[in-house]
């Protein structure tokens, strides 16, 4: 099974980049935090960052030789969510295996990871929200571009119509909180 962990957003609202962000009472950044939850489960870890982050990302993860640090790749730069994962199977041709998080779920518990790890095809939902972005599906290269290449953007069609996930569903919605706002904006 693929990690891929979703670090290359803006991070416009938050006003600081969220992947290289540490939590107050964290000792490591929320790229870090994802990569030690997905390591005991991914013998491969890829990191979608941005043209912006990827050297600082990494710097940071030099240590995890599993992870491998990406950028977005044409025709699909800066699209989301949907160009991490278009620049991730680019790296392994045919139908792999991913389990994806995005770095602004810092909260999520290893018991989560592993419960997600263990359910194929499914994706983290709470009774108020789907998250998109927590998702363990199968897909291939071939299968990322033709979807991409007519022209849908949006992640939950995707997850849902592309890969076939269904709800892994939780009741602790505080892992689920994602980190839109700084707290000196809130």
Same mark, same amino acid.
């Not at 982050?53 to 491998?68: F, G, H, P, V, W």
């Not at 991490?84 to 792999?96: D, V, W």
């Not at 849908?152 to 919605?173: M, S, T, Y």
């Given at each position: 099974?693929?990690?891929?962990? =979703?670090?290359?957003?803006?991070?416009?609202?938050?006003?600081?980049?969220?992947? =290289?962000?540490?939590?107050?009472?964290?000792?490591?950044? @929320?790229?870090?935090? %994802?990569?030690?939850?997905? %390591?005991?489960? /991914?013998?491969?870890?890829?990191?979608?960052?941005?043209?912006? @982050?990827?050297?600082?990302?990494?710097?940071?993860?030099?240590?995890?030789?599993?992870?491998?640090?990406?950028?977005?790749? &044409? &025709?699909? $730069?800066?699209?989301?969510? $949907?160009?991490?994962?278009?620049?991730?199977?680019?790296?392994?041709?045919?139908? +792999?295996?991913? $389990?994806?998080?995005?770095?602004?779920?810092?909260? $999520?518990?290893?018991?989560?990871?592993?419960? =997600?790890?263990?359910? &194929?095809?499914?994706?983290?939902?709470?009774?108020?929200?789907?998250?998109?972005? =927590? %998702?363990?599906?199968?897909?291939?290269?071939? +299968?990322?571009?033709?979807?991409?290449?007519?022209?849908?953007?949006?992640?939950?069609?995707?997850?849902?119509?592309?890969?076939? /996930?269904? &709800?892994?569903?939780?009741?602790?919605?505080?892992?689920?909180? @994602?980190? @839109?706002?700084?707290?000196?904006?809130?």
């Amino acid at each position: 099974m693929i990690g891929l962990i =979703l670090a290359g957003g803006q991070s416009r609202r938050f006003g600081t980049d969220k992947a =290289l962000y540490t939590i107050p009472g964290q000792d490591h950044s @929320n790229v870090q935090l %994802a990569v030690e939850k997905l %390591a005991p489960f /991914c013998s491969t870890i890829i990191v979608c960052a941005n043209a912006h @982050n990827q050297a600082q990302i990494t710097t940071e993860l030099t240590k995890y030789q599993q992870a491998t640090v990406i950028c977005d790749q &044409p &025709p699909y $730069l800066d699209h989301g969510p $949907l160009s991490g994962i278009y620049a991730a199977s680019q790296q392994f041709p045919g139908k +792999q295996e991913y $389990l994806m998080v995005a770095v602004d779920y810092p909260y $999520l518990t290893n018991a989560t990871i592993r419960a =997600l790890a263990r359910h &194929p095809h499914r994706v983290i939902a709470t009774n108020k929200h789907t998250h998109y972005t =927590l %998702a363990h599906f199968s897909i291939s290269d071939q +299968q990322v571009a033709a979807w991409l290449a007519s022209g849908k953007w949006r992640l939950g069609e995707f997850v849902i119509d592309q890969c076939h /996930c269904q &709800p892994l569903i939780f009741n602790n919605a505080h892992e689920f909180t @994602n980190l @839109n706002y700084s707290k000196e904006q809130q």
